[in-house]
């Protein structure tokens, strides 16, 4: 389509003087020939024979034909050296549409057409049917020469073909009438092998169509085909170019609505697959109205007017899709069947609001979010906000879309809006110190122009010095925490609310995995103010009673609550220290990372199951409120896996599981509200370890043992990673760039983009390059730096962030240009794609 829009200007600058002057074809082969030639000529061929096929007839369907055969030993090709080549001469002496066409049973044909002095004017492989070789152009009168030969070569063995040079009818416009009220303007027609080229790109079969406007008017133009894909283009000769567009209408049909004033308009029909790429044939129907723009200012119009993300996200990372859509028209859509649907499309994936139906009064707005509000929007529980997951770092889009349909699914408008953001490969943040193990480490990541983040760790007290492995990854993730999570951590959708007036209660979470948390969803049911006179009524035969299940559910929100005022009391603490300069040190980032995972998976449901409580007491109605049912449907979020509480109770090491089990069950029909806190508690915790894997992949320090064994303690053995042995090589080009490579132990050579140091590199500073990737791992990255005496150092930083040091790492200074310097052989740990 890029190339059909780029060309579209030179038909508008022909038409003008092609229409006026009554020689529409003559003008536009001029202009085309003109600029198809160019001053690459090919290899001399003087020593080969030129076969003169005679002059082209003026007539439609006059055609010049010659017959040949490649034997092997043929003349060679001027463009193809290694194939044979025949070549012909024929003569024009009206100007018009001529097909050049190169058929062979054998061979796979390639044909040149060129202008007498031999420059090249265009060529084309496979533009007729299967292999064949066709070109279209409209010429102007003179002599031109064609040169058939073949795509594969004398390797193939010879092969017959036939030339045909033959003047193309029904490229000429066919005039529809003059438009007026009432009354439709149609055409009907095939798209096919044999169709007229376009006259913006020939290799795309078009028919062409004009039609009359007398008085100034709103036109609605519909091209449309089952099994085709049109392209529809309108030109005037006052303006040229008036509209272009592909998919516009109802699935992949074209559409314009333009308002035009009186005159003498073109159109152009074609589709969006070159002739090789097209069915074998395509019917298609033009139909050419006017539009009643105050009949239709009173229907309903559907638009998305706005739009909103975060402006930056990080690849992998969930975020929110939030937008407004309104009725801007003065109709109602009918609630007849009528009905709306809302997509999200582009790198993000796709999904859809289906069958919004009686919510599109006149003048009606619905926003998602307070972002997407307007003054006068409103929220429906229908509309919701898209969650969207972009996997590619680098510049990209989303697309929200709406588009209403009447009840038998016919198109009525649609409208869309295309937005832009940056997705990083993994968080990016300023430089802050950290502390592991005593020492202060200095550690940044910073993001390049295509999304690439880069950390760098460097210790405070030696700068320049190498790192061990496993420091690196823990002042990696103790940075992270610190701007991921410390930073800004009272404004978390699961903490803001929650308020830090409790007493102090102290808890200890020893690591962030399910296994630990769920042991406390386990441990704090089993402990629970009530439980014990709740089971000896149970073993009594006696009903529960409600309102104690309901004061065990408050009596464990009110104990989260003090568990959070102790935990909100550290983070303040470290934030004040951070914030006055002091480095957070990886145990407590550990600690909060801990603490964290505890707070929103389970202080927070078990404190939103006693407001529900609260709530439903307050009521007049209690629980068959309209606002708590609301409330106690939002709550349930999640089914947790069966035999998920069991687990729960078995990592927590209780006895009697079975009698505590029956417990639950019982108190799940009396107080539904026991059972929502205790699943949202199990879904939370089941999916930390997930979330604590995510969170280590996104930071490129998953491979980091020591790290996942805290994270997770259960998962104590991991096998060993795969492995690489490259070498870094490294060549000074003639612009005093350096380029750079890894060559594999088995001589698979790897170049990175981006890869070249400029020449004016500051000495000392490391440069870092693209990513090396061998498929389905992600090796990691070449860092060099030039030095101050001449040299150039060369290293790695593997996928996981350690960094490598070759035994032989120089490249001399003085080297001379072109010749490529290798490193020793490094043995590197390689990451999985689909973990970064």
Not at 183 to 207: I, K, M, N, Q, Y
Not at 608 to 614: D, F, K, P, R
Request: proline residues 5%.
């Amino acid at each position: 389509m890029e190339v059909l829009i780029m060309h579209r200007f030179l038909f508008v600058k022909r038409l003008r003087v092609l229409v006026m002057s009554g020689a529409v074809v003559a003008l536009i082969a001029t202009a085309l020939a003109l600029a198809g030639s160019n001053s690459a000529l090919g290899q001399d061929a003087a020593d080969c024979e030129v076969s003169d096929l005679g002059t082209l007839g003026s007539e439609a369907g006059s055609v010049l034909e010659a017959q040949g055969r490649w034997t092997t030993e043929d003349c060679d090709s001027r463009f193809r050296p290694g194939s044979d080549a025949h070549t012909y001469r024929f003569h024009v002496e009206e100007p018009g549409r001529i097909r050049i066409g190169l058929t062979s049973a054998v061979a796979d044909s390639y044909l040149y057409l060129l202008a007498e002095d031999g420059s090249r004017i265009t060529d084309n492989d496979d533009n007729g049917d299967r292999l064949d070789a066709r070109v279209e152009r409209d010429l102007v009168p003179g002599t031109y020469l064609v040169e058939a030969t073949t795509v594969a070569g004398r390797a193939r063995g010879p092969a017959d073909f036939t030339l045909t040079v033959s003047r193309v009818e029904g490229c000429d416009f066919v005039h529809l009438g003059t438009l007026e009220p009432g009354v439709d303007l149609t055409a009907t027609g095939v798209w096919s092998l044999e169709t007229c080229g376009s006259r913006f790109v020939s290799r795309h079969p078009a028919h062409a169509y004009s039609f009359d406007l007398t008085e100034a008017a709103r036109v609605r133009i519909d091209l449309e085909s089952e099994s085709g894909d049109p392209v529809l283009s309108l030109a005037s000769l006052a303006s040229g170019i008036v509209a272009a567009d592909d998919d516009s209408g109802d699935r992949r049909n074209s559409l314009i609505r333009e308002y035009l004033p009186p005159g003498l308009y073109f159109i152009e029909a074609t589709t969006y697959y070159a002739r090789d790429y097209q069915p074998l044939q395509a019917d298609f129907t033009l139909t050419v109205r006017l539009v009643d723009e105050l009949s239709q200012q009173q229907e309903a119009r559907l638009k998305v007017e706005e739009v909103v993300t975060p402006s930056v996200v990080v690849a992998g990372d969930p975020f929110g899709v939030h937008y407004r859509v309104s009725n801007v028209g003065g109709g109602t859509l009918p609630d007849d069947g009528s009905h709306a649907r809302i997509w999200l499309s582009g790198h993000a994936g796709r999904d859809r609001i289906s069958s919004l139906t009686g919510i599109w009064d006149a003048g009606v707005a619905y926003h998602t979010g307070d972002e997407a509000a307007s003054a006068t929007s409103i929220t429906t529980d229908e509309i919701t906000a898209f969650e969207a997951t972009l996997s590619d770092h680098g510049p990209t889009w989303i697309f929200v879309g709406i588009v209403a349909d009447d009840a038998d699914g016919n198109e009525l408008g649609w409208h869309g809006i295309w937005h832009n953001l940056m997705v990083l490969s993994g968080p990016a943040f300023d430089p802050v110190d950290v502390d592991v193990d005593g020492a202060v480490y200095t550690v940044s990541a910073s993001a390049d122009s295509d999304g690439e983040v880069t950390t760098t760790v460097s210790q405070v007290s030696n700068l320049e010095g190498e790192i061990d492995r496993d420091a690196r990854a823990k002042a990696v993730y103790a940075a992270a925490v610190r701007t991921q999570l410390l930073d800004g951590v009272f404004e978390r959708p699961a903490i803001a609310e929650l308020s830090r007036t409790a007493e102090p209660d102290a808890v200890t979470v020893p690591d962030p995995s399910s296994k630990t948390l769920l042991s406390a969803i386990g441990e704090r049911f089993a402990s629970a103010d009530g439980i014990a006179d709740l089971r000896r009524a149970l073993a009594r035969r006696e009903a529960i009673n409600p309102v104690t299940v309901e004061e065990s559910v408050l009596s464990m929100s009110h104990e989260a609550l003090s568990q959070y005022a102790s935990m909100a009391d550290s983070w303040a603490s470290l934030l004040e220290g951070v914030g006055a300069g002091e480095p957070l040190s990886f145990d407590e980032a550990f600690a909060v990372h801990s603490q964290l995972a505890y707070t929103e998976r389970l202080i927070f449901p078990a404190v939103t199951a006693g407001e529900l409580v609260t709530a439903a007491r307050a009521a007049d109605r209690g629980w068959d409120d309209l606002e708590v049912k609301a409330l106690m449907d939002d709550y349930a979020s999640c089914d947790p896996r069966s035999g998920a509480l069991r687990g729960a109770l078995e990592a927590a090491g209780v006895a009697n599981i079975g009698d505590l089990l029956a417990l639950d069950a019982e108190m799940r029909v009396v107080s539904p509200v026991h059972g929502l806190a205790i699943d949202a508690a199990l879904c939370a915790a089941t999916e930390a370890d997930r979330d604590n894997s995510l969170f280590l992949r996104r930071l490129s320090i998953s491979s980091n043992l020591a790290l996942r064994r805290l994270v997770r303690p259960e998962a104590t053995t991991a096998p060993a990673p795969e492995t690489h042995r490259l070498r870094i090589l490294a060549r000074i080009g003639d612009d005093g760039r350096i380029e750079h490579a890894v060559e594999l132990d088995s001589g698979r050579r790897i170049l990175p983009s981006p890869r070249f140091l400029d020449a004016d590199a500051p000495a000392g500073a490391w440069q870092f390059s693209g990513e090396i990737r061998v498929w389905p791992h992600t090796v990691g990255k070449i860092r060099s730096r030039p030095l101050a005496d001449g040299r150039v150092e060369l290293g790695f930083i593997s996928a996981d962030g350690t960094e490598f040091t070759p035994d032989i790492a120089y490249v001399p200074a003085g080297a001379p240009t072109g010749v490529w310097f290798r490193t020793s052989e490094i043995t590197v740990p390689t990451t999985p794609m689909m973990d970064r």
